[in-house]
């Protein structure tokens, strides 16, 4: 491990993970760390376990064995109401399709997770409006997800991700369904807002110019991560 002044301490550590589904083993003993502030890219195949092991990190799936902590709790054995408070607040989550809510505006999608959280209407939508613009989606407040550029949505997708402050951006494949220059946009967009704000990313991908923004690489190949992590 190299003496980057980075923590040592990981802020979230998965320990040989085994979870099936049916009678596919998705993962075969995967372990992995996350370091606070880091961006970590998880590589692999078609098929390796990489939105399974995402899903173990996030509190969205249990392993059927192995353990993940998170800043000293295990997240495998929390009852399901911390878990989802976890999720709420310390985690965010952006997937390929963004998964926007099509019936809200650009403005209010960001401010949900903001509302759900207690804050008030008019403080969640001048926040949303903030992290809009922080990542260049300016003008389309009032834009739903359907009139909105693939890109475009992919970043306020993010901005909706980032917008309670979490510890850690889970981003499964965000750039997948877009071309180079979108992807482009929205990698710079994540990785500089993440490294401005010490939030850490944990970013799934199959491609090589998308890993390249991370810190580290880790590839999970049959459901186990090789021994490639190896720190940069
Ligand atoms: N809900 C499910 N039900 C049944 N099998 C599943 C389910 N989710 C994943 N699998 C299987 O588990 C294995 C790992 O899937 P996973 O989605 O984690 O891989 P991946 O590396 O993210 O793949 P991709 O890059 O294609 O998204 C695959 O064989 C997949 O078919």
Not at 42 to 63: D, Q
Not at 102 to 129: H, I, M, S, W, Y
Not at 140 to 148: A, D, F, I
Not at 161 to 168: C, D, H, Q, S, Y
Request: aromatic share 4%; with cysteine; proline share 4%.
């Amino acid at each position: 491990m190299s003496n980057t002044g980075r923590s040592t301490v990981p802020l979230l550590a998965a320990r040989d993970l085994v979870k099936a589904h049916g009678r596919t083993e998705a993962l075969r003993g995967a372990s992995v760390e996350l370091r606070a502030g880091e961006i970590l890219a998880v590589t692999g195949a078609s098929g390796s376990g990489k939105s399974t092991l995402l899903h173990c990190l996030a509190g969205i799936v249990r392993p059927d064995t192995g353990s993940v902590t998170y800043g000293g709790e295990r997240l495998d054995q929390l009852p399901e109401q911390r878990l989802s408070e976890l999720r709420r607040t310390e985690f965010g989550v952006v997937f390929q399709f963004g998964q926007l809510i099509p019936e809200l505006t650009a403005l209010d999608n960001v401010a949900l997770p903001l509302l759900l959280a207690g804050a008030r209407r008019q403080e969640a939508q001048a926040k949303a409006g903030e992290w809009l613009e922080r990542f260049g989606v300016r003008g389309q407040e009032e834009l739903r997800p359907g009139e909105m550029s693939g890109g475009q949505a992919q970043r306020a997708a993010l901005a909706r991700a980032l917008v309670t402050g979490p510890k850690i951006v889970f981003a499964d494949e965000p750039t997948g369904a877009l071309d180079s220059l979108a992807s482009e946009q929205v990698m710079t967009a994540l990785t500089h807002t993440a490294r401005e704000s010490g939030t850490a990313v944990l970013l799934i991908t199959h491609d090589a110019q998308v890993a390249a923004y991370a810190d580290r690489e880790v590839r999970l190949a049959d459901g186990a991560v090789t021994p490639l992590e190896v720190a940069a």
